[in-house]
C-alpha cells in the first residue's frame, strides 16, 4: 500500500493561470531524480489491479505524453498488452486523433488514429494510464472521439497512479461506465494554498547553447521501437533491454558508483529500463527525465524541486525544456529518440551537466 505522502508532493506552476499547482511524483522518474526499481514496484502495483479486474479481456494501453509515457509502457510490459502512448511530436505519413489537455502548459495531444482503428476490432477494452487524475475531462475527450470514430463496441478504463477526481467527476465516470483503478486517493482542495506558501526562491539556471567546454561521447544505436506508433509492451521491453546490452558493450561502467540515467521528454522509459537493469549490478543509479514543464523551484527542505535547469529541446531548437534538480555523477548517460538531434539541445543539457561537475557524459541515440 502507498500513502500520499509517500507518491505526491505539491509544487507551483508557473506561468499558468488555469492550474495554479502541480502534483510532483516521487517515484516517478519524471522530475525528480529516482531509484529505477522504485518506479518499477510502484507500476507493478498498478499493473496488478489492472490485471485483476480484467483477467479474461484484451486490453490495449494508452499512456499519456509526456509524465506517463513510462507509466504506461511499464503496465503494458507487466500485462504483456498492446501499448500506444499520446505525443505532441510530429510523425510522417499518419492520420490523428486530436484533443486538448486543458489545465496544461502545452494543451495539444494527439494520438495515432490509424492504430487505433486497426486495434478497436481485436480488443476488449481501453485502459488509459496517467500518473494523476484530476478531473478526468481529457480523457473523457479522447473516450468521446474514439466512439464517434469507432462506435461503442469497446469499453474503457483509467489506471492512474493518483486519483484526485471530486464527487461529481466519479460520479460522470460511474454513469458513463468508465472504471478507475488507483493506488492513492489524493484531495486538491488545499493544493492550490499549499503551492502559495512557497517563495519560489529557487536556483534558476538560464539556457546556454555554447559549445561545451568538454566532448561529449555520443553514440548511436538500432533497434528503437516508438511507443507513439502502436506496440507489444513485451517487445518493447524486449528492444530496450537490447539496447542495455549494446550500451554495455561500448561503455564501461567498471570504475563508476554513482550513474545517473537522463530521458528525452516522452523518452522516459527506455532510460528508466535501463536504470533498472544497471542497478541489478549494485551501482547507485538514479533517473529523471527532461520536461516541458516550468515549474517553479523553491529552497524549502520540504519543497520537491529546488534547482531548474533551462533548456533547448533535442527534438526541437526552438524548444524551451528543462530539467530539475542535477547532481554530480562519475557517470551520466543520456537517452534520447529524437531523429534529428539539435546542436543547442545537447549543448544546454551539458552544460547544465557540466555546471553541476559532470565530466563523463554520454548520449546515445536510438534510431530504429
Not at 529516482?34 to 494501453?61: C, G, R
Not at 521528454?265 to 544497471?278: G, Q, W
Not at 549494485?282 to 529523471?288: L, R
Request: aromatic share 8%.
Amino acid at each position: 500500500m502507498y500513502t500520499e505522502k509517500q507518491l505526491a508532493a505539491v509544487a507551483r506552476r508557473e506561468n499558468n493561470t488555469k492550474r495554479a499547482y502541480l502534483v510532483v511524483n516521487k517515484l516517478q522518474g519524471k522530475h525528480i531524480p529516482v531509484n529505477p526499481q522504485d518506479f518499477f514496484d510502484m507500476t507493478a502495483s498498478l499493473a496488478t489491479k489492472v490485471k485483476a479486474a480484467y483477467p479474461d479481456e484484451k486490453l490495449l494501453l494508452i499512456g499519456f505524453a509526456e509524465t506517463a509515457t513510462a507509466i504506461g509502457a511499464a503496465l503494458a510490459s507487466y500485462l504483456d498488452t498492446p501499448y500506444i502512448q499520446t505525443t505532441r511530436e510530429s510523425i510522417d505519413d499518419v492520420t490523428w486523433l486530436n484533443f486538448t489537455e486543458s489545465h496544461s502548459h502545452a494543451t495539444e495531444q494527439k494520438l495515432v488514429r490509424d492504430d487505433i482503428e486497426a486495434i478497436t476490432g481485436s480488443i476488449d477494452r481501453i485502459v488509459f494510464v496517467e500518473d494523476e487524475i484530476t478531473t478526468g475531462n481529457t480523457i473523457k475527450k479522447i473516450i468521446d472521439i474514439i466512439i464517434k470514430e469507432f462506435g461503442n463496441d469497446c469499453k474503457f478504463a483509467v489506471a492512474s497512479l493518483l486519483n484526485g477526481m471530486n464527487e461529481q467527476s466519479q460520479k460522470t465516470y460511474s454513469e458513463c461506465n468508465i472504471d478507475v483503478h488507483y493506488l492513492v486517493k489524493t484531495q486538491h482542495d488545499t493544493y492550490t494554498e499549499i503551492a502559495s506558501r512557497y517563495l519560489g526562491n529557487g536556483y534558476y539556471h538560464e539556457k546556454d547553447i555554447s559549445k561545451p567546454d568538454i566532448s561529449i561521447n555520443e553514440l548511436a544505436f538500432s533497434g528503437m521501437q516508438n511507443a507513439r506508433r502502436l506496440v507489444s509492451g513485451t517487445n518493447y521491453s524486449k528492444a530496450c533491454d537490447t539496447l542495455y546490452e549494446d550500451i554495455r558493450s561500448r561503455i564501461s561502467f567498471e570504475d563508476e558508483n554513482n550513474i545517473l540515467i537522463l530521458g528525452t521528454e516522452e523518452c522516459m522509459y527506455p532510460a528508466l529500463y535501463i536504470a533498472s537493469k544497471l542497478s541489478i549490478i549494485e551501482k547507485n543509479v538514479k533517473c529523471h527525465s527532461t520536461t516541458r514543464s516550468p515549474i517553479a523551484v523553491s529552497k524549502e527542505k520540504e519543497y520537491p524541486l529546488h534547482s531548474r535547469y533551462e533548456l533547448a529541446s533535442l527534438y526541437d531548437r526552438e524548444r524551451t525544456t528543462y530539467i530539475y534538480d542535477l547532481d554530480e555523477y562519475d557517470c551520466v548517460i543520456i537517452i534520447t529518440d529524437s531523429k534529428s538531434v539539435s546542436d543547442d539541445g545537447i549543448n544546454s543539457l551539458a552544460n547544465a551537466l557540466i555546471k553541476c561537475g559532470n565530466k563523463n557524459i554520454n548520449l546515445i541515440k536510438w534510431e530504429e
